[in-house]
Each structure stands twice: as structure tokens, then as C-alpha cells.
């Protein structure tokens, strides 16, 4: 097979064949089959091309193949492709001095992983060390990776056949569309939301909570903006009770807001942040853990208990300051505000106001969610079947879209062009429109 002229077919057919995939039955699976990219363009062995409003995972967020993260692993492969985690390495101390330069001084140290999940799993451990304490507080809202307390820190559905860890209680975030609190303003439910939180830590009792891990707006959950003063508050009661904060800034962190972290937009600085994806568009597989002085040091005379074989790898570590270095260069951080305030988000509210099935739409930078309803008075989520006509249509129209649950997440890489930011809004108004018509 490796001998012959890749088809899609062919592509498709080793993959069904040889592959085992995540979250999904393994039989009727038909996965799309991308031979390669440029930027925001994705496009098969056949010549079919597609508009990227996805990001993958929402990862790529310089895009596909940027030339000088392709040309620094190029170098880096030839100079030393791994060594081992406890060596000094030019490119990880490089990498975790540019991280280091986008946080405040309440920063000293990176410690990297192979991806975001381990970045949790690792801060979780940090702060019962530092603490002395066991148990996590997260939002029943939120992921945080597919590995032991990572899976079972997240609140969505993903834990429940992997819950095994202990010390995990959940806790519900602000989300007026879906009130928990039957609020009616943000500031309702911001302080309704905070009194809830105040309850379960003291039920709970705070000297067992050793940390708060939040996504700072949680992403596959819905992308939920925080209400103004809600995170302020969060920190207020992790001071109070000397509680860890820890913020999860794997999908929201390095550009995706208009900001290098999201949590630099309300004002709080945490103690722990984890960061993944972004960091090098996943050009190579890394992810880590930014610890405050204070944590840092608390490991300065005892040893941390923790490590992975590819800690701060070469190539990654190549790929992270190729990539943090064409950000600043290029003005990728700003471009993503810009493209969030002047084209996705105006054009979200008028789509809003032209079309029923649209309940609510929310965001900040390439980081917006639509959400839509089959009545708009109930706010009854569009059904999981016509979503899938809705992703499919998508697909057909040429581009590659985000869908969880009831929503479609507007989520291109930051360098997206203001031409293709349009041309993608126009396919999703125009698949929309296809859909209300088709229920009419
Ligand atoms: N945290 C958040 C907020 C995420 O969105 C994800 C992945 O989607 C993770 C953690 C897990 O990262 P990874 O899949 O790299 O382990």
C-alpha cells in the first residue's frame, strides 16, 4: 500500500482497517481524509479544499504549515531530535523563558508535558503537594483531558465511564442562557453562581480543597463567558480558604481571545496555569504547567514527585519558540482580537437577529460559539439529528466546523483572513437558512 499513489479510498480504507479511534464506536465510522494544508485551507488526495473554521481541535492556531515552526523543526531535527528530560536543553530553556515572558512576574517556572491532560493531571498534583490537601472543586461544565484526574476533574459526560479517581467534587459556573440559578441578569447569576461555590467549599470544608481548577471560559462546554467580577470572585474565596487556583488555559491560551491568556482579560492572577494546544499549534505534541513563585519555590528544597520521558522535548520545544516567535512577529494575538470584534462578532448578531433557530451567540477573538434552538421561547436544543445534517451541509459547502451539542463554535485559526472569516460566516448563514427552510 505504502508503494502506491495515496486515494482517499485507499487512505480511508487503512485507516478503518488498522486504526483504533477515541470516543467513538469503532464500526460505521467514514472519517475525512486531509492529505495536507496551507494557513486556514485544508485539502484531500482529490483536490478538494476546506475552509478550516475548526482549527482541529482547536489547536492550530498560527494554521497549517507556517513556514518558520516547519523550518526551526527542520533545524531542530538535525541538531537533536530528544534527549533526555533532565539534561539542560537550549530549546526548552528558550521555550519556557518566552512563556514566561507573556505572564506577569507572579511567574517563575514551566514544567512541560506531552499535551494538555498530563498538564492538569500534573498541576492537580502540584497543588495536593503544595497544600498538604485532597480534593478538586471543577465545573460540572468543563473538560480538562482523557487521563486519570484530568477525566475526572471534567464535568461533561466524558468522565462518567472513567470515573474512578477520587477527591473530585463539581460545581456548577455561570451560563445565564441556562441558568442554574433561575437568574435573570449576569449579575444575577454572577452572584448567584459565587454564593453556590461559597456553599460547596464550606460543605466541603476548605481545609480539604487543595485546588480550583476552572477553565477560564470553558470551551467545548459552550464557550460561556464569565460575567463580570465572577472570576475576581473565584480568587477572592481560593485566597480566603488558601485554596490553589488553577487555570486551564489549553483551548483558551495563546491568541484564541485576542489575548496570550484569556485569564489576562478579567483581572485575577492564578496560581497555576495549563496550557497545551496553542502553545505550538501542535505542530509537535507539548503541553505544561506555568507554577507561581510561591509553588515554584516550595519545590526548591523538596523533590518534586512527578516526570514524563519527553518532558520539554527538543522538537517541540523548537516548534513552541518558532511559534510564540512568529505570534509576535506577525501580530498574530492582535489580528485574532480584531477579527473577534469588527467581523465575527457583528456578524454573529445579525445572524442572530435573522435567523430563529439561533438562540444566543457569545465570544471573544476566534473563540465564539452559536447556539441554536428549535424554539426560541423554550429554548429546547436543536436536536442531535439535525445537527449532524447541519455538520454534514457544512462539510458540503466546503468547510470544516466544530459542533458539540447543540451549538456550532466559530473557532478558525487566529491568523484567519478577514476574506475567509466572511466566506466561512456566509457558508454557516447560508447552511442555516438551508435547515429552517428544510423544517418549514
Ligand atoms: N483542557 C481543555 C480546556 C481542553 O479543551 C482540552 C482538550 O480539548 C484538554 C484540557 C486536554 O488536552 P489534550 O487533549 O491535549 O490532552
Not at 478550516?52 to 516547519?70: C, E, R, W, Y
Not at 492564578?270 to 507539548?286: E, H, M, R, W
Amino acid at each position: 500500500l505504502a508503494m502506491t499513489t495515496p486515494t482517499n479510498d485507499s487512505v480511508r480504507q487503512l485507516d478503518q482497517q488498522y486504526v483504533f479511534h477515541s470516543w467513538s464506536a469503532q464500526e460505521g465510522r467514514h472519517p475525512l481524509v486531509i492529505a495536507g494544508g496551507k494557513g486556514c485551507r485544508l485539502w484531500d488526495y482529490e483536490g478538494h479544499r476546506y475552509l478550516d473554521f475548526s482549527s482541529q481541535l482547536v489547536n492550530t492556531n498560527i494554521g497549517a504549515q507556517h513556514p518558520k515552526v516547519i523550518e526551526a523543526i527542520k533545524a531542530q531535527a538535525e541538531q537533536l531530535t530528544t534527549i533526555a528530560p533532565a539534561t539542560a536543553n537550549l530549546a526548552r530553556g528558550e521555550a519556557a523563558r518566552l512563556i514566561l515572558s507573556h505572564v506577569s512576574d507572579r511567574f517563575s517556572k514551566v514544567f512541560f508535558t506531552n499535551a494538555g491532560a498530563d498538564a492538569n493531571e500534573n498541576a492537580i498534583r502540584m497543588a495536593r503537594l503544595y497544600t498538604g490537601r485532597d480534593k478538586v472543586l471543577s465545573s460540572y461544565r468543563s473538560y480538562h483531558g482523557n487521563t486519570g484526574s484530568a477525566i475526572c476533574a471534567t464535568g461533561d459526560w466524558r468522565r462518567l465511564p472513567n470515573d474512578y479517581a477520587r477527591g473530585h467534587v463539581h460545581f456548577f459556573t455561570p451560563y445565564l442562557y441556562r441558568s442554574e440559578f433561575n437568574a435573570a441578569t449576569e449579575e444575577e447569576e454572577c452572584a448567584a453562581a459565587l454564593r453556590h461555590l461559597r456553599r460547596i467549599i464550606e460543605c466541603e470544608g476548605p481545609s480539604t480543597i487543595a485546588a480550583i481548577l476552572l477553565e477560564t471560559i470553558p470551551g467545548t462546554a459552550g464557550i460561556l463567558m464569565p460575567p463580570e467580577g465572577y472570576l475576581k470572585g473565584v480568587e477572592a474565596l481560593a485566597r480566603e480558604f488558601g485554596i490553589v487556583l488553577i487555570m486551564d488555559e489549553v483551548m483558551a491560551g495563546f491568541g484564541r481571545t485576542g489575548r496570550w491568556f484569556t485569564f489576562q482579560h478579567y483581572g485575577i492572577e492564578p496560581d497555576l496555569i495549563t496550557f497545551a494546544k496553542g502553545v505550538n499549534s501542535g505542530y509537535v505534541p507539548a503541553g505544561g504547567v506555568i507554577l507561581s513563585n510561591e509553588i515554584s519555590h516550595f519545590f526548591d528544597n523538596r523533590m518534586f514527585p512527578g516526570g514524563l520521558t519527553y518532558s520539554g522535548h527538543p522538537l517541540a520545544m523548537a516548534a513552541i519558540v518558532a511559534t510564540i516567535t512568529a505570534m509576535e512577529d506577525e501580530g498574530i494575538v492582535e489580528h485574532a482580537a480584531r477579527i473577534g470584534d469588527d467581523i465575527i462578532a457583528p456578524a454573529l448578531r445579525r445572524l442572530a437577529e435573522r435567523c430563529p433557530i439561533v438562540g444566543d451567540v457569545r465570544g471573544k477573538g476566534v473563540f465564539h460559539a452559536i447556539e441554536l434552538v428549535s424554539d426560541r421561547e423554550t429554548r429546547a436544543p436543536l436536536p442531535a439529528a439535525q445537527m449532524a445534517v447541519l455538520k454534514a451541509d457544512l462539510l458540503a459547502r466546503g468547510m470544516l466546523s466544530f459542533i458539540a451539542e447543540n451549538r456550532i463554535h466559530v473557532v478558525p485559526p487566529c491568523v484567519v483572513t478577514v476574506e475567509e472569516a466572511e466566506e466561512g460566516l456566509a457558508i454557516i448563514e447560508a447552511a442555516l437558512t438551508a435547515l429552517a427552510r428544510s423544517q418549514d
